[in-house]
Nanobody, 126 residues
Framework: VQLQASGGGLVHPGGSLRLSCATS????????MGWFRQAPGNEQEFVAAVSRSGSMTNYGDSVKGRFTISKNNTKNTVYLQMNSLKSEDTAVYYCAATSSLPPLVVGTARRNYRYWGQGTQVTVSS
């Protein structure tokens, strides 16, 4: 499966962005999806993930209450709605897909995911 992330850009602190990750293929409903991010000099960090079924989600502690992940099986797309953005949210955001987890399990580790998109830059700055 191929993943194409988009929606990044420059936003002021307190602003919002919505990232999208479109996937190829006709089996999107069988994939759990995740978002990770990496800032310069830092290790890649888990941001959010949704189960294959779309009913279960999990978030990194630093984004809880501000970010929302959702999965649209009709459009083969996963979204990351980011609100109340902070400068520390600045990073390259990567989407990832897995078909190896049970329908209600959310993958929060890199090793859970086999397929990765190319990344989209998010910069939060005044």
């Amino acid at each position: 499966v191929q993943l194409q992330a988009s929606g990044g850009g420059l936003v002021h602190p307190g602003g919002s962005l919505r990232l999208s990750c479109a996937t190829s293929g006709r089996t999107f409903s069988t994939y759990g999806m995740g978002w990770f991010r990496q800032a310069p000099g830092n290790e890649q960090e888990f941001v959010a993930a949704v189960s294959r079924s779309g009913s279960m989600t999990n978030y990194g502690d630093s984004v809880k209450g501000r970010f929302t992940i959702s999965k649209n099986n009709t459009k083969n797309t996963v979204y990351l709605q980011m609100n109340s953005l902070k400068s520390e949210d600045t990073a390259v955001y990567y989407c990832a897909a897995t078909s190896s987890l049970p329908p209600l399990v959310v993958g929060t580790a890199r090793r859970n995911y086999r397929y990765w998109g190319q990344g989209t830059q998010v910069t939060v700055s005044s």
